[in-house]
Structures are given as C-alpha cells and as structure tokens.
C-alpha cells in the first residue's frame, strides 16, 4: 500500500541553525500539508501546497518557515533559524484532491525535531 | 472559530464494552469531519469520516453521531478490543481541505 514516508525520523539542532524536514507524498497525489505536533498537544495545521504554490498557511507558519517542492517527488519543509519553541513532531500530509473520494489525507510518520 | 473541543483527554474501558469520544466546533464552514486514530510514534490515520448533511455514518465497530444543530459530534467504538488502544483525534475540515484537530483522547482498553 502506498504511504507517505518522511525523513530524517529524528533530528536535533542547535537554536538559530536552520532545518529541511522531508517528505516523499503518496506518487499520485497532488496536494500536501505539512502539520506539527508539539508534545502531549493537538496536531496543528500549518501550511497547504498546491500546484508548486502555496493554498493556505496558519498564523504559525511565519517568516521563519516555508515549502518547496524541489523535483516531481519530494516535498520540504524548512526552517530558517529554529527557536525552543519548533521543538515539535512535524507531520507531512498528502491527498489526491480536496474534495470526494480523493479527499483523504494520509499521514506520514513524522520527524521530531528537538532545538536545544 | 478554527478550535474543534474534544473530551475526554484519556479514558479507560474494559474489554467489550463502548468507548465514546465527544467533539465540538464553532465554525459553520466546517463541511467535513474525520475521525483519526494515532498508534504511539505514528502519524495519525483516517479512521472514520463523515459530512454535516448525515446524521450517522457506521463502519464495523465504529459510529460516528453527528448533531449539526447542536455542532457536535461524537465517536463510538462498539465491543472495543485492546488493539484499539490508542490516541483518537477528531477534526474539521475547511473548502480547502486544512485540518483542524481536536486535543486528542487517550483510550486504553482493559483485556
């Protein structure tokens, strides 16, 4: 069965050093999320990609952060200067649409980013 | 107005018996509900999803009941089984398919 996979599973950075987070979305999907969790809290919608181009983004994802679909298969989260406060599990997300059948968003494992 | 309530933060039910996980939301805009299930150091999968114009929707043990005029929603896991052990989410959705997740419930079943 297909699946979203993300990498690295782990990473841990020192505050103000910059992090790609990746993820490889299912191969016929054409939209994609990215979601954080911060430990022991609910998961947080961050930002949508369609279409090479931002849908929408949450009041978290500010400056520090942005999207980039590099080739016809990966898609990265990145984070200029991380602070305390990124310390968080980062989910990335895929669907074949946003509506009907293709409507379902599948998850990936996560990557927990630690900022010390 | 994004913010879906959800209660209880853990429960606690014997083998066989009915887990019920209760939502809320404010936002009208709202068009579709799915229900996720998180296994510790997963990412969270759709369980069970339903839209505002159904009043239930049933898939093998598990129902979800859906009052619009009240704006809230509940899930229902029948003859629940240590397996189903996990985090529930429950969340909205907007016209661009962006989740919003509720706190999340911890469910544990006792054999």
């Known amino acids: 069965e297909p699946e979203v996979t993300q990498t690295p599973s782990h990473q841990v950075t020192q505050m103000g050093q910059e992090v790609i987070l990746r993820c490889v979305p299912i191969?016929?999907?054409?939209?994609f999320y990215w979601y954080r969790q911060i430990l022991g809290q609910k998961v947080e919608f961050l930002v949508s990609?369609?279409?090479?181009?931002?849908?929408?983004k949450s009041e978290i994802f500010d400056d520090q952060f942005s999207v980039e679909r590099p080739d016809g298969s990966n898609f990265t989260l990145k984070i200029r200067s991380t602070k305390l406060e990124d310390s968080a599990m980062y989910f990335c997300?895929?669907?074949?649409?946003?509506?009907?059948?293709?409507?379902?968003?599948?998850f990936g494992p996560g990557t927990r980013l630690l900022v010390l | 107005q994004q913010q879906v309530k959800q209660s209880p933060q853990s429960l606690i039910v014997q083998k066989g018996g009915i887990s019920i996980i209760n939502c809320a939301y404010e936002?009208?805009?709202?068009?579709?509900f799915p229900w996720y299930q998180q296994f510790p150091g997963k990412g969270p999968a759709l369980l069970i999803a339903?839209?505002?114009?159904?009043s239930e929707k049933k898939e093998g043990r598990f129902t979800i009941s859906f009052n619009k005029s009240a704006k809230q929603f509940s899930l229902h896991i029948m003859d629940s089984q240590p397996g189903d052990s996990a985090t529930y989410f429950c969340?909205?959705?907007?016209?661009?398919?962006?989740?919003?997740f509720g706190t999340g419930t911890r469910l544990t079943v006792i054999p």
């Open positions: 997300a895929s669907s074949a649409q946003v509506t009907g059948a293709g409507e379902t968003q599948y």
């Open positions: 191969s016929n999907h054409l939209y």
């Open positions: 990609f369609y279409n090479n181009e931002i849908s929408e």
């Open positions: 936002n009208t805009a709202f068009d579709y």
């Open positions: 339903i839209r505002p114009d159904v």
């Open positions: 969340a909205a959705r907007t016209g661009a398919n962006n989740l919003f």
